[in-house]
């Protein structure tokens, strides 16, 4: 059964940093293209960072310049460094797993930006 577990999350003040971890239970981790969502109450889930083996890195520009993601195929594990953090951070933020047809999801994690 695949898993994608989450942690890393929790309230932090802004301009705070946070670093989120993904462990993923995936059998050839590396050929999976690893995701960060996150999903604001009232909003829609939104892509915030996706990185493969072998292409850079792409992020949504809200993030750009404070979020780094980042992999480590040897411990099927995906990060999300999140620097500067802002109140708009705050969100629940998922890890998704995509290779062809197949798509996991991890449980989320709550982040909160707030003084």
């Known amino acids: 059964q695949v898993q994608l577990v989450e942690s890393g999350g929790g309230l932090v003040q802004p301009g705070g940093s946070l670093r989120l971890s993904c462990a993923a239970s995936?059998?050839?981790?590396?050929?999976?293209?690893m995701a960060w969502y996150r999903q604001a109450p009232g909003k829609q889930r939104e892509l915030v960072a996706r990185?493969?083996?072998?292409?850079?890195?792409n992020y949504a520009d809200s993030v750009k310049g404070r979020f780094t993601i980042s992999r480590d195929n040897a411990k099927n594990t995906v990060y999300l460094q999140m620097n500067n953090l802002k109140p708009e951070d705050t969100a629940v933020y998922y890890c998704?797993?995509?290779?062809?047809?197949?798509?996991?999801w991890g449980q989320g994690t709550q982040v909160t930006v707030s003084s």
């Open positions: 998704n797993a995509v290779r062809v047809i197949n798509i996991y």
């Open positions: 990185v493969t083996s072998n292409t850079p890195a």
């Open positions: 995936l059998s050839s981790f590396w050929s999976y293209a």
